[in-house]
């Protein structure tokens, strides 16, 4: 198919391609515990009915976790195959009240589809299933679509399933449809991400509360005590304080502290935190916040010294770091640090590995052509990714001699994992294009 053709057969495939979106948007498949799980099974099996209408043969797999769904069309004779990733599972919706419009019904407001899920990662899965549309019969590669079920919430069984299903997934690009363009109108390729540490820290001073006014002023409370801990993670200027955690620079992007202020919603007065360049901060240095705290509300609060007190911890590492080791380093820091001879408790909750993708070679120019042809001679950037994607290093490994490529439907404006999470329709197009001129030009590239 020529460029002309694939471009009339995605804008015919779009009306299609937005209603099963839509569809697929409103199944609450959330794998995290404590939620109906039955939803993540009605989810891959929406998935598989999809992936079978565009001819593929289909597999709902598990190994001790949530369902994924892997899709298989061989290659016509000569060309290579490219496996396809997304996820179909969501983040937890938070809050509701902070939604202007029921996260689970699709609507529409200003070119953009409100929805848990519409940007992260169900128009990945939209968006593959548009690529494979548009070719129908036509397909010049061999395609496997991975479709995991449980990426939001760690990835735990995801190994597993690569290693029990890797002769069936081997191919010679890997497309990972789970990251985000630089800006509306500028596509992007992502080449480097953060890993994680999440981990508690409990701080204990007493073995039962007591008044406070009776004890207070010679006793420390927990939550005090906790406080003061926390605030050694951080430095004045507001850098990680953290001893033998790793940090580098090297982020050519700019990124104008106007543009971040306002992607973030940063409050009026508010100064940014650590030093160097806005994009080192955000993508090739370490950070570290404080998600939540176990403590008593302020509302039920009595006068009285908190025994105990709890933190979560969201530590991103930067690439080239290593995460048991940052863990032990956070550990060691937190136990070091405690004040007034406070108990000081760290555990694990998960963790996740950074990675480096060196973006060159034939595979990468026909997706950057694929691109700059998609946004209508817009080039698209080599970016780094603040967040974590842990399995892209797993794919690294498993599949060493595979290009990957690390494309998404995002944008700064999305809000993913957040309230009003949206995707961008004009630019979801952009993207459903891209992603069939890129199979068009991996099978030029390989001819």
Request: charged share 25%.
């Amino acid at each position: 198919m020529s460029e002309s053709e694939v471009r009339a057969a995605v804008e015919r495939e779009m009306p299609g391609v937005r209603a099963d979106l839509e569809r697929l948007v409103r199944i609450p498949g959330i794998a995290f515990e404590g939620f109906d799980h039955s939803h993540v099974e009605r989810s891959a099996e929406a998935v598989a009915e999809l992936l079978r209408g565009c001819g593929l043969d289909v597999d709902i797999v598990r190994s001790g976790g949530q369902p994924a769904v892997i899709g298989r069309r061989a290659a016509p004779p000569g060309a290579p195959t490219v496996l396809l990733y997304a996820h179909h599972d969501v983040q937890p919706v938070g809050d509701r009240s902070l939604w202007e419009s029921d996260p689970f019904e699709p609507v529409e407001r200003d070119g953009r589809l409100y929805a848990r899920g519409a940007a992260d990662d169900k128009a990945g899965v939209m968006a593959h299933v548009a690529a494979l549309r548009a070719y129908g019969d036509a397909l010049p590669v061999g395609v496997v679509l991975f479709i995991e079920g449980e990426e939001e919430y760690g990835s735990d069984s995801l190994e597993q399933l690569l290693i029990e299903h890797r002769d069936e997934i081997t191919s010679d690009v890997i497309v990972i449809a789970d990251s985000g363009n630089w800006d509306i109108g500028v596509p992007a390729l992502t080449t480097s991400l953060r890993g994680v540490v999440n981990c508690f820290v409990e701080v204990r001073t007493l073995d039962h509360a007591v008044h406070s006014g009776m004890f207070g002023g010679a006793v420390p409370d927990a939550l005090t005590a906790l406080v003061r801990l926390l605030s050694t993670l951080h430095d004045d200027a507001g850098d990680v304080a953290v001893e033998g955690l790793v940090g580098r620079e090297g982020a050519t992007v700019d990124y104008p502290e106007d543009r971040i202020r306002d992607e973030a919603g940063l409050a009026d007065g508010v100064q940014f935190i650590g030093t160097g360049r806005i994009t080192d901060r955000l993508w090739t240095k370490p950070a570290v916040a404080v998600l939540g705290i176990d403590a008593p509300s302020t509302s039920e609060a009595p006068n009285a010294l908190v025994p105990a007190a709890k933190a979560k911890l969201n530590v991103r590492l930067a690439p080239g770091d290593d995460p048991k080791r940052a863990y032990a380093a956070i550990r060691a820091h937190l136990e070091k640090h405690a004040p007034w001879g406070a108990q000081v408790t760290v555990s694990l909750e998960h963790d996740g590995n950074p990675c480096v993708i060196d973006a060159s070679g034939p595979m990468f120019d026909a997706a950057r052509s694929a691109f700059r042809a998609a946004w209508d001679g817009t080039d698209p950037v080599d970016v780094g990714i603040g967040g974590s994607i842990p399995f892209i290093a797993t794919f690294q490994e498993m599949f060493p001699d595979a290009a990957i490529l690390v494309t998404g439907v995002e944008d700064p404006h999305a809000r993913a994992h957040g309230p009003n999470e949206s995707l961008h329709l004009g630019e979801f197009a952009k993207v459903c294009l891209a992603e069939a001129l890129l199979l068009g030009n991996v099978a030029a590239a390989r001819s």
